[in-house]
């Protein structure tokens, strides 16, 4: 169990519920009435845009076309947020696969941002602008 001041200090950041949660599920004295692993990560508080983006990814051959293409269109505008080091570590290499570089949408709505470094011509933009080429990466993080 959590000290108090360590039980004061999570109650801070973080909501009721997850409190709740965490409290009288995950900290359950008995091994066997804690929740699995599947249970805790679709727990909202465990997912990000970094993580779906990676499981759609990686299940990319069971979607339909209908939600690759949504994916897809929508990628750009969610990538470009993120931390470009995040980005080119751990999303990079599962959007650099000759499967996703076959895909229709990807080719119009994600390469050009993807593929072009950032430079006066086309620099790194604070607000993500469909309409416009909006570089994920600057030139050193490109190379």
């Known amino acids: 169990m959590l000290s ?8 801070s ?3 009721d519920s ?16 804690r929740p699995a692993v599947v249970e805790l990560m679709a727990q909202p508080w465990m997912r990000n845009d970094v993580s ?12 339909t076309q209908s939600e690759k293409d949504n994916f897809f269109s929508d990628l750009p ?4 947020p993120l931390p470009p080091r995040v980005v ?8 650099l696969t000759p499967l996703i570089m076959t895909e229709t949408v990807a080719r119009r ?4 941002h993807l593929l072009t470094p950032a430079s006066s011509q086309h620099p790194r933009r604070m607000t993500f ?3 416009r080429i909006c570089p994920l990466f600057d030139e050193d993080l490109f190379t």
Do not use: G
Not at 52 to 63: C, E, P, Q
Not at 77 to 80: E, F, I
């Open 88 to 95: 080119a570590e751990h999303l990079l290499p599962l959007l």
């Open 18 to 33: 997850t409190y709740t949660y965490i409290q009288q599920q995950m900290l359950n004295i008995d091994p066997m009435a």
């Open 4 to 11: 108090v001041a360590e039980e004061a200090q999570l109650s």
């Open 109 to 112: 709505c994600l390469w050009k």
């Open 52 to 63: 779906d983006i990676a499981d759609f990814l990686s299940h990319l051959t069971v979607k």
């Open 129 to 131: 602008d469909p309409c």
């Open 77 to 80: 505008a969610r990538l470009h």
């Open 13 to 15: 950041v973080i909501s």
